[in-house]
């Protein structure tokens, strides 16, 4: 704790801070709470995803002895481009996926067998929930980190700053008071002094 001064100039000081910390603090809770709900978002939407994930694979069980069938399916499907854009939550710059652009090489008709194109369908379907599965984890990974720091503001406010402001406060006004007090003491007593000499007189 810092060493205090017993001054009015530190008291104006220490309400100063409290009047900051005060006015600071519900702007911190309110992005505490923004964050903790978009995590909540952002885990729904995973969650969302990976029941999408699950589905398409349960799909895929009756083809898979055909999708094993090695028909070079690598050399025909691709992503060309990933589009992103930057977003921002809660004052936090993430990367947003917009769209998987896929590159599908021609292929011949008669030499490949006929699942191909429902595995092509099916390969862009499953790499563009992936992707987005990451891109969401990645976001949510950097908003658990601004949930943390900001988390770890509030309570210095709630638990340290603001209590202290308030005790310096007290402490400083008591010592200011005792302080008036005494001069008063003293200033009867020599009050009272120069009346007796002045009686003696």
Known sequence: MAKIKFTKNELKKQKSELRRYLRFLPTLQL???????????????????????????????????????????????????VHTEVGNIAGVDILVLKDVEFKVETYDLLLTP???????????????????????????????????????????????????????????????????TAEVVRGKIAKAKISKRTVLL
Request: some cysteine.
């Open 31 to 81: 992005k505490k709470q923004q964050l903790q709900f978009e995590i909540g978002k952002i885990d729904s939407t995973i969650d969302d995803i990976e029941n999408k994930i699950n589905h398409l694979n349960s799909e895929l069980d009756p083809w898979v002895d055909v999708f094993a069938e090695d028909a070079g399916l690598e050399n025909i499907l691709g992503i060309k481009r």
């Open 114 to 180: 006929l699942w191909v194109d429902r595995g092509i369908d099916v390969c862009k379907r499953m790499v563009s929930l992936r992707l987005k599965q990451a891109f969401l984890k990645r976001q949510k990974d950097m908003l658990n980190e601004e949930l943390r720091i900001t988390t770890q503001r509030v309570n210095l406010f709630e638990k340290v700053k603001i209590p202290q402001a308030k005790e310096n406060i007290r402490i400083i006004r008591i010592y200011l008071g005792d302080l008036q």
